[in-house]
Structure formats: structure tokens, C-alpha cells
Nanobody, 123 residues
Framework: QVQLVESGGGLVQAGGSLRLSCVGSGRTFSTYTMGWFRQAPGKEREFVAAISWTGGATYNADSVKGRFTISRDNAKNSVYLQMNSLKPEDTAVYSC????????????????WGQGTQVTVSS
């Protein structure tokens, strides 16, 4: 099992940047695919980005391509989401998630979740 804790959310103006962090517990963190998802009020949870356990493969949602970058540091049991050129429509609760095996885009494929961190982008 792995427990996940996110940090780094906050309030930022449109065009600004934030870096989210997610720290995992357990010696097996480095064997998990990691993903970032977000959920805005009244909307379904949405895939943002994912990274393979080696960090060699990354995937982004079309809505964040060119603006968000996912990365990981297995030595620190951490995964990051660098968010640049933020837009008001990026406002949501962002959660990191873990799953064994290959990268997946559906939140239903992930069994371990953090509590989430709020990102608010003002116009």
C-alpha cells in the first residue's frame, strides 16, 4: 500500500505558476505509476497527467499540454506537477493517485489517492 499527501496549492492570478508536490509513503512507491487528476465543483474528476514508474513516459491531457509538466523523484518518494500559464478554468481540487502497472488515464484505474489540494486561478 501507499499513502499520498499533496501540497503546493493556492490562489494565483491568471498567467501565473504553481508547483504541486505529492509525497508517498512506503518502499514500493517507485514501482507505482502516478497520476494527477482534478475536480472542479459540479464536474467529474478529470485526468491531468500521468508518469510511469521509471519516469520515462509521461502523458498529459490536451487541455494542459504545453503548460503543465509532471515529473517524479523516486529517491524522495515524490511526484510533482509544474503548472504554468494558469487559466481560471484550471481552478479545481488537484489530487495525486497511484496504481501498479502501466499508465492509465481513467481515475477508476487508480486505487490510492491523496486528500487533494485546492488550486484557484483568478482572472
Amino acid at each position: 500500500q501507499v499513502q499520498l499527501v499533496e501540497s503546493g496549492g493556492g490562489l494565483v492570478q491568471a498567467g501565473g505558476s504553481l508547483r504541486l508536490s505529492c509525497v508517498g509513503s512506503g518502499r514500493t512507491f517507485s514501482t507505482y505509476t502516478m497520476g494527477w487528476f482534478r475536480q472542479a465543483p459540479g464536474k467529474e474528476r478529470e485526468f491531468v497527467a500521468a508518469i510511469s514508474w521509471t519516469g520515462g513516459a509521461t502523458y498529459n491531457a490536451d487541455s494542459v499540454k504545453g503548460r503543465f509538466t509532471i515529473s517524479r523523484d523516486n529517491a524522495k518518494n515524490s511526484v510533482y506537477l509544474q503548472m504554468n500559464s494558469l487559466k481560471p478554468e484550471d481552478t479545481a481540487v488537484y489530487s495525486c493517485a497511484a496504481r501498479p502497472g502501466v499508465v492509465a488515464r481513467s481515475f477508476r484505474e487508480y486505487g490510492y489517492w491523496g486528500q487533494g489540494t485546492q488550486v484557484t486561478v483568478s482572472s
